[in-house]
C-alpha cells in the first residue's frame, strides 16, 4: 500500500544540464577560493616566525583572511547571498559588531598584560 501523506522532494528537481554545469562551477569556484586563502594562511604561518618583523602583519592577515572566509561561507553555504540585500544587512550587522567588539576586547586586555602599572 503506498502512502499519499509523503512527498518525494527528490523527484521534483527539474533541473536541466546547463543549470547543473552552473551549479558545478560554484561549486569548484567556492572550493578552489577556499582552499586557496587556506593554502596562503598555512605558507604563512609555516614560513613566517613569530620573532620576525613581519609576524604583526601576519597575525592581522590571519584575522582578515579569517573574516573573509567565514563570510564567504554564510553567504554561499548558508545561501544568504541569495537574500535581499536589507535581510543581509540584518543578519551581517550584528556579527560584524561583535566581532569587533571582540577583537577590541583581545587589543585592551593584550595591552593590559604588558602594563607594569597594575
Known amino acids: 500500500m503506498e502512502r499519499d501523506d509523503i512527498i518525494e522532494y527528490s523527484l521534483d528537481g527539474h533541473h536541466d544540464e546547463d543549470s547543473g554545469v552552473k551549479i558545478r562551477k560554484k561549486i ?3 572550493t578552489g577560493l577556499l582552499t586557496f586563502i587556506t593554502a596562503i ?3 604563512l604561518g ?3 616566525k613569530q620573532d620576525s618583523s613581519l609576524w604583526l602583519f601576519v597575525k592581522w592577515g ?3 583572511m579569517t573574516l573573509i572566509k ?3 561561507i554564510i ?3 548558508m545561501h544568504l547571498g541569495d537574500e535581499r540585500k536589507s535581510f543581509k544587512y540584518v543578519i551581517l550587522i ?3 559588531v561583535f566581532i ?3 577583537i577590541f576586547i583581545l587589543l585592551w586586555e593584550g595591552m593590559s598584560v604588558y602594563d607594569k602599572s597594575i
Do not use: G, N, S
Open 28 to 30: 569548484w569556484f567556492v
Open 41 to 43: 594562511e598555512v605558507a
Open 46 to 48: 609555516m614560513f613566517i
Open 62 to 64: 590571519f584575522i582578515v
Open 70 to 72: 567565514a563570510a564567504y
Open 75 to 77: 553567504l554561499v553555504f
Open 94 to 96: 550584528p556579527y560584524i
Open 100 to 102: 569587533i567588539y571582540l
